[in-house]
């Protein structure tokens, strides 16, 4: 079975600042992780995934996000900080095989202070 | 449309009554799947339909919940009974076949009182 965990519900940073999200996958083989933001009284948009190729992956709006094989580690960052990224970020992961049936942390929201 | 399009985009039903929620994938989409996101927490998978055929509903909770996609189009969820439990958002997404990226819609809000 596969399960992800997201360290922090919330994070608070200055504008400006480095965002650091947390995601730690469980998984039998390697899978694919994503990352997706949410914003308020929307749907999931996709900021980036990982599907075996490089291991730094960048994605939309500036963020990117590093796999780390030995510490089934999938963190998103992002080096500067903008009040429009405000949101609710989740980390999500999908086996391989067929079917795009994914599994997604609980969430962090991320407050942006001016 | 461009996008998934869930309808309605919030439902407030009595607890006991029967509720459907709608979702129109994105055209050509053969995928589709729907997720429950409870309050404070991530989407919690429900099932996954490859064309007019339900792949995997390990995800539905009870026999409560059911859906169907008779023309591997538009699919329904449909919840018989409701229960104040069930208030959450459910989220559709589709993807062009199994292996590629998933569109998610905006959610229907279910509020069961």
């Known amino acids: 079975a596969q399960s992800v965990t997201q360290l922090g519900s919330h994070v608070s940073v200055s504008e400006g600042a480095l965002v650091l999200l947390r995601c730690n996958y469980s998984s039998s083989v390697p899978p694919y992780l994503f990352w997706y933001v949410q914003y308020p009284n929307q749907g999931l948009q996709l900021l980036l995934k990982y599907t075996s190729a490089a291991t730094l992956v960048k994605g939309i709006n500036g963020f990117e996000a590093e796999f780390k094989k030995s510490e089934t580690s999938f963190h998103l960052t992002k080096p500067s900080a903008h009040m429009s990224d405000a949101a609710e970020y989740f980390c999500a992961v999908r086996g391989k095989a067929a079917g795009n049936k994914l599994t997604f942390g609980g969430g962090t929201r991320v407050l942006v202070k001016p | ?113």
């Open chain 2, 1 to 113: 449309g461009a996008g998934v399009s869930q309808t309605p985009s919030n439902k407030v039903t009595e607890k006991g009554k029967y509720v459907e929620l709608r979702c129109d994938p994105i055209s050509g989409h053969t995928a589709l799947y729907w997720y429950r996101q409870s309050l404070g927490q991530g989407p919690e998978f429900l099932i996954y339909f490859q064309g007019t055929g339900a792949a995997d509903d390990s995800g539905l909770p009870n026999d409560r919940f059911f859906a169907v996609r008779p023309e591997g189009s538009v699919s329904t969820l449909k919840i018989q009974r409701t229960e104040r439990g069930d208030s959450a958002v459910y989220l559709c997404a589709s993807s062009l076949d199994p292996n590629t990226e998933a569109f998610f819609g905006q959610g229907t809000r279910l509020t069961v009182v």
